[in-house]
């Protein structure tokens, strides 16, 4: 098959889910075509080096007008109408005709704030449509944009599957969707075999409690905040880690400075994969506070790595942790009990490697990068040939 892939970046670090999902495809002898608006060449080179099954297409702005130069003939798709108009139908010209000139199967959106984004191209593209669900599109933007409810319900009906993450975003989708048929549960994954413990399991004097995710609301710093005060409180020796970066980072400053927790956490910024693994190795403890996911990546990576996670029951974090079973759970915005979580597994360390052992296995049953690759290639096929079986992931 020719599957076109479109984003709004590749390959990004924070989107390790989507190039790990371009190079398995790839290496089933898929021809994968990646529509991207911003194109990291070094990073592209160094992942797909020497891959003939892979094309990174630029469609920014840049890319569509030196198409539109060299292709002329573009300029009189939008020759009526205002001037608005008139620049819309030449971007939807020039984009129709891009995607046309890879002549890809499937087109997959891996986001609905894309899909939203192509809206008058979606019903032109002659190949079979497919759309990702995957938690800020569908739980956020819904509340803030007003329009944002009847676009997206155009784009369900105009493709041909919904991908989403989790039943609990397929659970958030339901209302938009006159079709349910259409939708389909894939869990993330990773390659199990980049993240695993390459150290023994360290006990210590001073517990390393590690978070990585951008700086932003949805991530719940102030509620890891309020749980890390709570545990230092109890006596607790700590240190919390958090890597990411973004708009929300002066806010975190502040409340980490009002706290006087600037002893125990200390902000890492942006960190390169091969680093974030380094640290997986180190730490004891992974956090996860958010107050929405989808299904956060990070904890499929720790989990791997066998570290005890506690997370909220953000989003389907709570499809994917048995609570006391393979990590800990607790209600959103609930920073006392998070608190009770972490003291619990700082002062035990047989509990501590119980829960990431079993972490490990679970990831590998269930969220490996096989699997996901297995079930998305299923439904592909699926649409190619309506006869193809697909199995459901449990």
């Known amino acids: 098959m020719r599957i076109g892939i479109v984003v709004q970046s590749f390959p990004s670090i924070s989107e390790t889910f989507i190039f790990n999902r371009v190079l398995y495809l790839s290496k089933r002898g898929h021809q994968v075509i990646v529509f991207a608006r911003q194109v990291n060449m070094d990073m592209q080179r160094q992942l797909f080096a020497g891959n003939s099954n892979v094309a990174v297409v630029a469609c920014g702005n840049a890319a569509l007008v030196k198409?539109?130069?060299?292709?002329?003939?573009?300029?009189?798709?939008?020759?009526n109408g205002s001037r608005q108009g008139f620049k819309k139908k030449i971007i939807t010209a020039a984009r129709l005709a891009l995607f046309a000139r890879y002549r890809p199967d499937i087109m997959h959106f891996?986001?609905?704030?894309?899909?939203?984004?192509?809206?008058?191209?979606?019903?032109?593209?002659?190949?079979?449509?497919?759309?990702?669900?995957r938690g800020t599109g569908e739980?956020?933007?819904?509340?803030?944009d007003k329009g944002r409810k009847e676009k997206l319900q155009q784009v369900f009906n105009q493709v041909n599957l919904v991908h989403c993450v989790s039943n609990d975003i397929r659970n958030a989708i339901s209302p938009y969707c006159s079709n349910m048929d259409k939708v389909f549960i894939n869990y993330p994954s990773i390659d199990t075999e980049r993240f695993k413990r390459s150290s023994e399991y360290a006990d210590a004097g001073v517990i390393t409690i590690l978070t990585i995710g951008r700086l932003t609301f949805q991530k719940g710093y102030l509620t890891g905040l309020l749980a890390v005060r709570k545990l230092k409180q109890s006596g607790v020796k700590l240190r919390w880690l958090i890597v990411g970066a973004g708009p929300q980072?002066?806010?975190?400053?502040?409340?980490?400075?009002?706290?006087?927790?600037?002893?125990?956490?200390?902000?890492?910024?942006?960190?390169?994969?091969?680093?974030?693994?380094?640290?997986?190795?180190?730490?004891?403890?992974?956090?996860?506070?958010?107050?929405?996911?989808?299904?956060?990546?990070?904890?499929?990576?720790?989990?791997?790595?066998?570290?005890?996670?506690?997370?909220t029951k953000s989003g389907g974090m709570d499809e994917v942790i048995t609570h006391d079973a393979d990590g800990l759970l607790t209600e959103v915005y609930d920073s006392d009990l998070l608190a009770t979580h972490m003291e619990r597994l700082a002062k035990d360390y047989g509990?501590?490697?119980?829960?990431?052992?079993?972490?490990?296995?679970?990831?590998?049953?269930?969220?490996?990068i096989n699997l996901q690759a297995d079930i998305f290639e299923a439904h592909y096929k699926k649409l190619m040939d309506t006869t193809a079986a697909v199995t459901q992931p449990v």
């Not at 198409?67 to 020759?79: F, R």
């Not at 509990?351 to 490996?368: D, I, M, P, S």
């Open 67 to 79: 198409h539109i130069v060299t292709h002329p003939w573009l300029i009189a798709a939008g020759n």
């Open 110 to 133: 891996e986001f609905s704030g894309i899909a939203v984004d192509h809206l008058a191209e979606i019903e032109k593209i002659t190949a079979k449509k497919v759309v990702s669900c």
């Open 139 to 144: 739980k956020v933007k819904l509340l803030t």
């Open 249 to 311: 980072e002066e806010e975190i400053v502040f409340h980490i400075n009002q706290m006087q927790l600037n002893n125990e956490v200390e902000m890492l910024g942006a960190k390169k994969r091969e680093e974030v693994i380094d640290l997986y190795n180190k730490v004891n403890i992974f956090l996860l506070p958010s107050v929405y996911e989808g299904v956060a990546n990070v904890v499929l990576e720790a989990m791997s790595m066998e570290l005890p996670v506690v997370s």
């Open 351 to 368: 509990l501590r490697k119980k829960l990431g052992v079993a972490a490990r296995v679970t990831v590998q049953n269930r969220f490996n």
